[in-house]
């Protein structure tokens, strides 16, 4: 008999003054202004960049989320995967950002572990025909470290033979009925494991292997799962869910999708749609700014031309 699968649910600004160029003392009057407002710009310019970083949501955190207008209520623990609106799944090959700063714990809630290496930015999925295999590439906020003093779980749930009716009904798992996992453990380093649902018991059962192959470098893990476990014939359904654990917290990204789905029968504040030309909030606050201080400097430039005259 398959086995119950008995795991967790985790899923400087130089300073002013000095010598003038030629030599010479500084001359007095409107040409004065003209050569220290520019300074002043620059000053302006070279600081920008720090205080949008400052502003930047930050990798491991629910900066992301509460950018979008999530409360301190929906950001409290307030319910199990189970009880929340279908998670979003992808398709097929094909690239899918992530923000960072949209890591919750395993209730959706605020995350106290916030490891930047927890947090995804980005996943590839490729179909590698050459080598008969399924191949994602998972970016996360930082490096992971070689010396790890928690666990950490990187699964890709799939729909492994494009038969819906096999799969997961609801939970993080639902829509998939595969899990292939790269994880590791203070005591254990980096190993692979396999879970697929059973549908006539409704658990999810460990009794089969997999052949799945890793590799690690700085900010990514790369996963190649054989075509003989995941069909070359179909488009398959996938998720990526990252978690990081140490004793009773937890902090998970699961992507796509931003943090979890809200409660079933309510609503979580989202991403405002985007053109073209649209930038993120931090980058729009650099952008007029730096826009005013251009404006500031013409201005200045102007009235000083005309007490010249």
């Known amino acids: 008999m398959p086995q119950r699968s008995h795991a967790q649910e985790a899923v400087g600004f130089p300073p002013s003054g000095g010598t003038p160029p ?19 710009f620059i000053a302006i310019s070279l600081l920008l960049p720090s205080l949008a970083l400052a502003a930047a949501p930050a990798a491991g955190t629910s900066d992301y989320l509460r950018s979008l207008g999530y409360t301190d209520a929906q950001l409290s623990p307030v319910a199990t995967t189970e009880e ?24 959706g809630g605020v995350t106290s572990v916030t490891e930047p290496y927890g947090d995804v930015s980005s996943v590839s999925m490729t ?32 729909d492994a033979d494009g038969d819906t009716a096999n799969n997961a009904p609801g939970g993080v798992r639902v829509g998939t009925d595969a899990e292939f996992t ?4 203070p005591e254990h380093p980096w190993y692979t494991d396999f879970r697929w649902y059973n549908k006539d018991a409704d658990f999810w059962a460990t009794n089969k292997e997999t052949t799945l192959t890793f590799e690690m470098s700085g900010e990514t893990i790369s996963m190649s799962i054989p075509f003989a476990e995941v069909s070359g014939d179909v488009t398959p359904s996938w998720r990526v869910v990252l978690a990081v ?13 931003i943090g979890f789905p809200p409660p079933k029968g ?44």
């Open 266 to 309: 309510e609503t979580y504040p989202t991403p405002a749609e985007t053109s073209t030309i649209d930038i993120p909030p931090a980058a729009k606050w650099v952008v007029i700014t730096t826009l005013a201080a251009i404006l500031s400097v013409l201005v200045h430039r102007k009235f000083a031309k005309k007490r010249k005259k």
């Open 127 to 158: 179909r590698n025909d050459s080598a008969q295999t399924w191949d994602a590439v998972v970016t996360v906020g930082g490096a992971i470290p070689e010396k790890i003093d928690r666990k950490i779980q990187l699964s890709i749930l799939i």
């Open 84 to 107: 929340r609106e279908a998670f979003e799944i992808s398709t097929g090959d094909g690239d899918v950002e992530d923000p960072v700063g949209d890591v919750v714990d395993r209730k």
């Open 245 to 257: 654990a140490k004793g009773n917290s937890s902090e998970i990204d699961v992507v796509p999708g």
């Open 22 to 40: 030629d030599g010479g003392a500084s001359p007095a009057g409107p040409t004065k202004h003209m050569q220290t407002i520019p300074k002043t």
């Open 182 to 185: 790269v994880q590791t453990t």
